[in-house]
């Protein structure tokens, strides 16, 4: 890549110049699509991949011409490696005896049963208690180095045994962030999530891009509408956006905005029917909510199934949007935005 010192250049992708860093041309492009940042062109490229798209990430979609800088992230050093793999180690044999002490049965999954019963199977009940034993380090190893640990779901008395994603904790990764589905599947394709609560031990968000349907709220003066929206696959919760200044217990998402989370939905409802329908209210009602347990948020990001947006960037259109056009269009608005981050290695 070759620098560039024209100092009317802007990089194609944020449109800053080079007082946002250096500016380099990286492809055989000119004009307005000569010029780029590298960590621009760098978090792009990196986007593509994630996204299944090699060709895109390799070369120019203009011009055709091969990047020529490398995305091959940074080695680990092997030490950190081995030592978080101890900790993952340890983290899964102490919560495995918990629920052997609080949820024997629990024990009797397909995969403990692979673990442990079928070496007893093959060997005798003894013999086979030492193989797994053995075995059970290499077993956690292996699924380590595939970004899977062996964790215990649910709580004290009714645990249950699964796979999950794991990985180091992720630099950027907060309370207040969105996420923007990259390979996430299932019901998380194309989704927006707010992200509620943050930790090393369990995260939960709500989706906010998913609408169901409409309500009118009715008061003495008239009425206003509410958008109610898929929040996730669990259902025990729901939570509430909206524009409404003194509902008690409400948190503000948006710096200097008048966006509100509540959890208390009556409390909401109630202070909205207060107000007069010459002001402009908004309101969301989110039914459920998505969780991940310990470490398995920031594996999936390592993955390429998120990217996220801090919240010191997050927009007041990007959490309380009414508009169902703008709204269908919020996921591929922010995909593409240069505010979106995404693992680098």
């Not at 024990?107 to 442990?116: A, E």
């Not at 797994?132 to 062996?150: E, H, T």
């Not at 779901?153 to 907060?174: C, E, K, M, R, T």
């Not at 003194?246 to 909401?268: H, M, N, T, W, Y």
């Amino acid at each position: 890549m070759e620098d560039t010192k024209a100092s009317d250049a802007v990089c194609r992708i944020c449109f800053d110049g080079d007082d946002s860093g250096d500016l380099v041309e990286p492809c055989g492009c000119s004009g307005s699509q000569a010029h780029v940042h590298e960590k621009c062109l760098q978090r792009w490229r990196r986007l593509q991949t994630f996204q299944g798209k090699h060709t895109a990430a390799t070369r120019c979609e203009v011009c055709g011409q091969k990047y020529s800088a490398s995305l091959a992230p940074p080695k680990r050093p092997v030490f950190a490696l081995f030592h978080e793999y101890a900790h993952v180690l340890l983290e899964t044999l102490w919560r495995l005896l918990i629920c052997a002490i609080t949820s024997p049965f629990a024990l009797l999954s397909p995969i403990i049963f692979i673990l442990v019963g079928f070496p007893c199977v093959l060997f005798g009940i003894w013999k086979g208690l030492v193989v797994s034993l053995a075995f059970f380090p290499l077993v956690v190893f292996f699924l380590y180095l595939n970004g899977l640990k062996l964790s215990v779901f649910g709580s004290i008395g009714h645990f249950y045994i699964g796979l999950s994603s794991f990985g180091a904790p992720v630099d950027g990764l907060q309370r207040g962030m969105l996420l923007v589905s990259i390979g996430a599947r299932g019901p998380f394709e194309k989704t927006v999530l707010y992200v509620i609560e943050h930790s090393d031990t369990s995260s939960l968000a709500v989706i906010l891009n998913k609408p169901l349907t409409c309500k009118q709220i009715q008061n003495k003066d008239g009425g206003f509408e509410v958008s109610i929206r898929n929040g996730g696959p669990l259902r025990q919760s729901r939570y509430c956006i909206h524009s409404v200044y003194g509902v008690p217990g409400a948190e503000r998402l948006v710096q200097r905005k008048s966006v509100f989370l509540s959890r208390d939905i009556g409390s909401s409802m109630d202070a909205l029917k207060t107000k007069s329908p010459n002001d402009v209210y908004s309101m969301v009602i989110l039914q459920g909510y998505a969780s991940w347990g310990s470490h398995q948020l920031a594996g999936e990001v390592r993955r390429g199934a998120w990217g996220w947006i801090k919240p010191e960037h997050v927009q007041a259109e990007d959490v309380l949007e009414m508009d169902p056009i703008v709204l269908e269009n919020t996921w591929e608005r922010l995909i593409n935005s240069p505010r979106l981050q995404v693992f680098e290695g």
